[in-house]
C-alpha cells in the first residue's frame, strides 16, 4: 500500500485567509479521502474523491485532483479558529482485494488564530 | 447515532501488566479497524475485521497483542505483558464496507500510556 505525503507539515493562518494543503502519492489510485482530527479525538471523514473526478466541493472544503501530477489539494475558505486541526489524506490500494486497507499520511497541522 | 465508542478513554499502567482495549463500532457496520498513532510512526492499522473475521493482522507488532471480536457490537485489543514503547493513542474504526468508496468513523481514542 502506498502513503499519501501531505504538505505542508504546519501552516498557520489568520482567520478569515484561505488554507491550502497539498497530498502527493505514487501510484495510481481509484479514490483519495481526506480525514481531519481535532487535538485529541478521533479522524473525521471529510470528503472523498474518485480518480475520475477533477474537483469536489462541501460546503468551505474544496478538493482537487490531479491524476498525471498524483496529487490532491484541500483548499479551506474563510478559515475560523474551529478548523485548527490536522488534517490527513488516505488512500486505499488501487488494486487486490485490500480495497479497506485505508494509509494515512503524517498530516498537515493547521492552526487558525482569532 | 452514538458513533464509535471506545473504553477506556486513559490508561496508565505499569510494564509488564495486561492492557485491554475497547470498542463498539457503529451498530449495522460490519467492518472493525484498530489503530495505533503515535508522532514517530503516524497512523497505523493494527487489524482489520470483516463480518468479526480478523482479514488482516499484519500490523500487530509482536505476539504480545492480541485482539478478538466476539459479536458485531463488541472489539477488544488485548496487550500482554504491556511495555513502554507501546505508549499510543489506539483508535477503533469501523466502516460498512461493500465498495471501494468506504468511508472510516473513528472513536475518540484511548490514550495509553506505559510507565
Known amino acids: 500500500s502506498q502513503q499519501g505525503e501531505e504538505d505542508p507539515q504546519a501552516l498557520s493562518i489568520q482567520e478569515g485567509e484561505n488554507a491550502t494543503m497539498n497530498c502527493s502519492y505514487k501510484?495510481?489510485?481509484?479514490?483519495l479521502q481526506w480525514y481531519r482530527q481535532n487535538s485529541g479525538r478521533g479522524l473525521v471523514h471529510l470528503i472523498l474523491?474518485?480518480?475520475?473526478?477533477r474537483e469536489k466541493h462541501s460546503g468551505r472544503l474544496r478538493v482537487t485532483l490531479d491524476t498525471s501530477k498524483k496529487s490532491s489539494s484541500l483548499l479551506i475558505t474563510a478559515s475560523r479558529a474551529a478548523d485548527t486541526a490536522s488534517y490527513f489524506c488516505?488512500?486505499?490500494?488501487?488494486?487486490?482485494?485490500?480495497?479497506?486497507?485505508?494509509?494515512f499520511g503524517k498530516g498537515t497541522l493547521l492552526t487558525v488564530n482569532p | 447515532d452514538a458513533g464509535v465508542i471506545q473504553s477506556p478513554r486513559h490508561e496508565v499502567t505499569e510494564m509488564g501488566q495486561e492492557v485491554t482495549l475497547r470498542c463498539k463500532p457503529i451498530?449495522?457496520?460490519?467492518?472493525l479497524f484498530w489503530y495505533r498513532q503515535t508522532m514517530m510512526r503516524g497512523l497505523e492499522l493494527l487489524i482489520y475485521?470483516?463480518?468479526?473475521?480478523?482479514?488482516?493482522d499484519s500490523g500487530m507488532p509482536e505476539d504480545r497483542f492480541s485482539a478478538k471480536m466476539p459479536n458485531a457490537s463488541f472489539s477488544t485489543l488485548k496487550i500482554q505483558p504491556s511495555e513502554p514503547r507501546d505508549s499510543a493513542v489506539y483508535f477503533c474504526?469501523?466502516?460498512?464496507?461493500?465498495?471501494?468508496?468506504?468511508?472510516?468513523?473513528f472513536g475518540p481514542g484511548t490514550r495509553l500510556t506505559v510507565l
Open positions: 474504526a469501523s466502516s460498512l464496507m461493500g465498495s471501494a468508496y468506504n468511508e472510516q468513523f
Open positions: 501510484t495510481s489510485i481509484n479514490n
Open positions: 474523491i474518485r480518480s475520475n473526478e
Open positions: 488516505a488512500i486505499p490500494p488501487s488494486s487486490g482485494g485490500s480495497n479497506y486497507k485505508l494509509t
Open positions: 451498530s449495522g457496520h460490519n467492518s
Open positions: 475485521f470483516n463480518n468479526n473475521v480478523p482479514i488482516d
